[in-house]
C-alpha cells in the first residue's frame, strides 16, 4: 500500500473505531431513568428509561434484562410531563405514553410485552397520555392522572376502559408522579386537592380540604 493510500485510509481507521467504541460503550452503560419502581416482594427493580425498561434482580445487580417496548411513544420535556411506571398486584409492570390512552404491560415471568390501548370515556377530542399511575388493592383498579389536561381516571383491571374522575377541583398541570392509589370515603367521590404537587393523591372527606400547597 502506497503512502498517501496509507494517510487515506488511516483517519477513516481511527474514526470508525471511535464511532465503534462509543456505539458499544452506549450499549453498555446503565440507560437514562426516567422512574423506577421497587418490587420488594420480589427483590426486584424496575427502571424505565428512554430505550424501554430495564429489570434488576436485588440480589445479583449483575444481572440485567432489558425490555422493548414495541410502539411505545412519549415527548419530552419541555412539551410534557415524563411518562409513568407502576407494579400491577401480580407484579407485573403498567407504562405509559404521556400522549396516546396506551398501557404497556410487561409479565413477570416471561417479560413478554402486551399493549393496551384504553377506551375512554370522555375528552375523546383530547389528546390524552397518563403521567402517573397506581394500583388500588382496595378497589381492584389502577388510577392514572394527566398532567396536562389536570384529569384523574380509574382504569379497568383488564387494562380495557379508562373512566375519567370528575373532581370539583382539577389536578393542576404540574408534572408529577402517583405513588399511592387516591382514597375514597365510603359516600362517595370527593375532591382531589394536593395530588400532583406533593406526589401523593388524597380525595379529602367533604369539609376538611386542606389548602393547595401550590399557592402557599
Not at 487515506?8 to 450499549?27: D, K, Q, S, T, Y
Not at 423506577?36 to 444481572?63: E, F, T
Not at 384504553?118 to 402517573?132: Q, V
Not at 405513588?179 to 386537592?193: G, K, M
Amino acid at each position: 500500500m502506497s503512502t498517501n493510500a496509507i494517510r487515506f485510509v488511516l483517519p477513516l481507521v481511527i474514526v470508525l473505531e471511535i464511532v465503534c467504541g462509543r456505539a458499544r460503550a452506549n450499549e453498555n452503560a446503565t440507560p437514562v431513568e426516567i422512574t423506577r419502581q421497587v418490587d420488594a416482594a420480589r427483590n426486584r427493580v424496575w427502571l424505565l428509561a428512554r430505550d424501554g425498561v430495564s429489570v434488576y434482580d436485588k440480589a445479583a445487580p449483575d444481572r440485567v434484562a432489558r425490555v422493548s417496548l414495541p410502539d411505545w411513544m412519549w415527548i419530552g420535556a419541555p412539551y410534557g410531563c415524563p411518562p409513568a411506571l407502576a407494579l400491577g398486584p401480580k407484579g407485573e409492570a403498567l407504562i405509559t405514553s404521556n400522549v396516546v390512552p396506551t398501557l404497556w404491560r410487561v409479565d413477570p415471568g416471561t417479560l413478554a410485552v402486551t399493549e393496551h390501548a384504553l377506551a375512554l370515556d370522555a375528552d375523546t377530542d383530547k389528546e390524552i397520555g397518563f403521567t402517573g399511575l397506581a394500583w388500588s388493592a382496595k378497589h381492584g383498579a389502577f388510577y392514572a392522572v394527566s398532567a396536562f389536561h389536570g384529569s384523574v381516571w380509574r382504569i379497568d383491571p383488564l387494562l380495557t376502559r379508562a373512566q375519567k374522575i370528575t373532581a370539583p377541583a382539577p389536578a393542576g398541570k404540574a408534572c408529577g408522579r402517583m405513588q399511592q392509589p387516591p382514597v375514597f370515603p365510603e359516600r362517595a367521590i370527593v375532591p382531589l386537592v394536593g395530588f400532583l404537587f406533593a406526589l401523593l393523591v388524597r380525595l379529602l372527606i367533604p369539609g376538611s380540604v386542606e389548602e393547595d400547597p401550590a399557592k402557599t
